[in-house]
């Protein structure tokens, strides 16, 4: 465990792709149903080595012998791409009373202040596992709390960082880091007692501590603009540049709040949007998370650069954030990924179906997005999203990432399996996942987490260490 100069965490876990038969002589599995892409294939079998799919064979009507079995139906390993571990320990605690993002924000603060690389281990080692019961096989951290209560650095600079990589391998999964540049409180204002240890000063110290993090088996490193208010126009080319010469995913907020928007306006006299665009921000690599607050220009800004978007359905509903213009951006360029974010809900199916549902309450018609297209946001474009771009796919040369949804339980019984796409999309919950693969390794069996056995047990415990 890391202590507080900052040491490196140990893990008994071995890194994804590395055990249970991925190395040398190939494991098979026999999906009983399996989605590729574009339709259900009944009896599909897989052979794995080394993490990867090297074959995938459909028409196989029973597993062959010394074949692993996933019954129901399987898609490709669904991608988180907008996570903040840490705001599990809010959920069931700020989603009553009164008050807008602003007022969430000052309770979210608080639990920030308590972290240590001990804590936030524990915490984000649960939050993992939890994603990975939900179907989830990559994770993207949007991570900027990174120094001590006060700024002080811990001895190991990215003591938090490491924290969450190891909680990563603990839990099975893959995560791309995304180190997040934070400086300031507002247009032209230092950062609040809160946000100091988010802030490294300038955006030149962010890029050389970040420069120290490195990328492993199961870990990408990615860069992220927490938004245009949190980092000075004059340093956001800063961290473009390092993103861009390392060819690493780039994250930022963007125009989340009507109130961003206005303070923006008045500080550039342009929108967040047309403000990224001029300091080299946006661009293929780039995905802006939330999106919602946007002018017709900032869509086409948005999607001409091929910027991708991440929606967070079910925390820009709890913070009553909005409902951002996804149909329009998509059809601009923008391509579409979902996050979890604050983790009022980890279920990328609700993210996908609250997506659609969002839009028909807003618009009052219906079909927008096909069942197919919402699962390509949460698995391939998803993964696309965090510099995983092989992955999200049922096919040879990709990482064994999987998930298999029951089709035998109260909410998914019925339809017919060749509507699979339907039912995991409109009809299935987290709670209907029955394997979860990553790498070739079954880290979810039966509905049961192989490396993290009671996450329950572990959330409820990380949570009441930080509220102590």
């Known amino acids: 465990m890391t202590g507080s100069t900052g040491t490196p965490h140990g893990t008994d876990s071995a890194p994804v792709g590395t055990s249970d038969g991925t190395d040398g002589p190939a494991h098979t599995y026999w999906l009983e149903h399996a989605w590729l892409d574009t339709h259900v294939e009944p009896g599909v079998l897989l052979t794995v080595t080394d993490g990867t799919l090297r074959t995938v064979t459909p028409g196989v009507d029973a597993p062959p012998p010394g074949a692993e079995p996933l019954r129901g139906l399987t898609l490709p390993g669904l991608a988180n791409a907008h996570s903040h571990a840490f705001h599990r320990a809010l959920r069931g605690t700020v989603q009553v ?15 920030a202040d308590r972290l240590t690389p001990d804590t936030y281990h524990a915490l984000a080692r649960a939050v993992y596992a939890e994603m990975a019961l ?15 209560p006060g700024g002080t650095r811990y001895a190991d600079p990215n003591a938090m960082g ?32 809160h946000q100091l240890r988010f802030s490294d000063g300038s955006a030149d110290a962010w ?4 420069s120290l993090l490195k990328e492993r088996d199961h870990v990408r490193i990615g860069a992220a603009v927490h938004s245009v208010r949190a980092v ?50 946006l661009g293929p690599r780039t995905t802006g998370v939330h999106n919602t607050h946007l002018t017709d220009t900032d869509i086409r800004l948005i999607g001409g650069s091929g910027t991708g978007t991440c929606m967070c359905p079910t925390t820009e509903r709890d913070l009553a954030d909005g409902i951002g213009p996804a149909v329009a951006l998509q059809r601009a360029g923008s391509p579409l990924s979902l996050g979890s974010d604050s983790h009022a809900v980890v279920d990328l199916l609700e993210e996908a179906r609250a997506m659609e549902l969002n839009e028909r309450l807003r618009t009052r018609t219906r079909g927008h997005w096909t069942a197919a297209a919402l699962l390509r946001a949460a698995t391939a474009d998803g993964h696309r999203a965090l510099g995983w771009d ?25 339809p017919l399996p060749r509507l ?10 987290a709670a209907d996942v029955r394997h979860t693969v990553v790498g070739g390794r079954q880290i979810v069996r039966d509905g049961a987490h192989t490396l993290v056995p009671d ?11 930080l509220r102590a």
């Open 97 to 111: 009373g009164s008050g807008t993002f602003w007022t969430w924000r000052e309770v979210m603060y608080s639990v």
């Open 420 to 429: 699979g796409a339907e039912t995991a999309v409109f009809a299935a919950t």
């Open 162 to 193: 490491e924290a969450l990589i190891a909680a990563a391998a603990d839990a099975g999964i893959r995560i791309t880091l995304l180190d997040t540049c934070y400086l300031s409180s507002g247009f032209g204002e230092p950062p609040t007692t």
């Open 455 to 465: 996450a329950a047990r572990e959330v409820a415990r990380a949570v009441a260490a």
């Open 390 to 414: 092989r992955a999200g796919v049922i096919e040879p040369g990709a990482p064994a990432d999987l998930t298999t949804l029951a089709l035998d339980t109260v909410r998914t019984a019925g």
């Open 207 to 210: 890029a050389e501590r970040s």
């Open 232 to 281: 000075p126009a004059a340093q956001l080319d800063v961290v473009a540049e390092w993103a861009g010469r390392r060819r690493a995913p780039l994250h930022v907020h963007l125009s989340e709040q009507t109130a961003e928007n206005e303070a923006c306006l008045a500080a550039h006299g342009r929108t967040p949007a047309q403000l990224l665009a001029d300091h080299g921000v």
């Open 134 to 148: 939900a179907g989830i096989t990559a994770v993207g951290e949007f991570h900027y709390v990174h120094h001590a």
